[in-house]
């Protein structure tokens, strides 16, 4: 099944827009890794799997462009402990 969430490489952010609504993450380009930094998912659309759908998006956008990641906000980094196929995409702290 395609993906619904679009990359706004312009706007630095994944979208997913459902029932006219938008669900957001947002990322920074930093020496070379993405840091997804913010995810906002409207009340009335929690609780679907909305940011998990965005997280899993941005990604696989990162390994596609060999990019490691580098989890600022705390859905991210609680998303990628729970998904460890995830952990050679994570830049080594410090680095």
Same mark, same amino acid.
């Given at each position: 099944?395609?993906?619904?969430?679009?990359?706004?490489?312009? !706007? @630095?952010?994944?979208?997913?827009?459902?029932?006219?609504?938008?669900?957001?993450?947002?990322?920074?380009?930093?020496?070379?890794?993405?840091?997804?930094?913010? /995810?906002?998912?409207?009340?009335?659309?929690?609780?679907?799997?909305?940011?998990?759908?965005? /997280?899993? !998006?941005?990604?696989?956008?990162?390994?596609?462009?060999?990019?490691?990641?580098?989890?600022?906000? @705390?859905?991210? !980094? !609680?998303?990628?402990?729970?998904?460890?196929?995830?952990? /050679?995409?994570?830049?080594?702290?410090?680095?």
């Amino acid at each position: 099944m395609p993906s619904r969430v679009q990359h706004e490489p312009q !706007a @630095s952010r994944f979208r997913l827009e459902v029932q006219g609504q938008s669900a957001i993450l947002d990322y920074r380009m930093v020496e070379g890794r993405m840091h997804l930094v913010h /995810t906002v998912v409207p009340e009335a659309l929690r609780n679907q799997g909305l940011a998990a759908e965005l /997280t899993e !998006a941005a990604l696989a956008h990162a390994r596609a462009q060999g990019l490691k990641v580098v989890p600022a906000c @705390s859905y991210a !980094a !609680a998303f990628l402990q729970r998904h460890p196929e995830y952990a /050679t995409l994570v830049a080594a702290s410090g680095h």
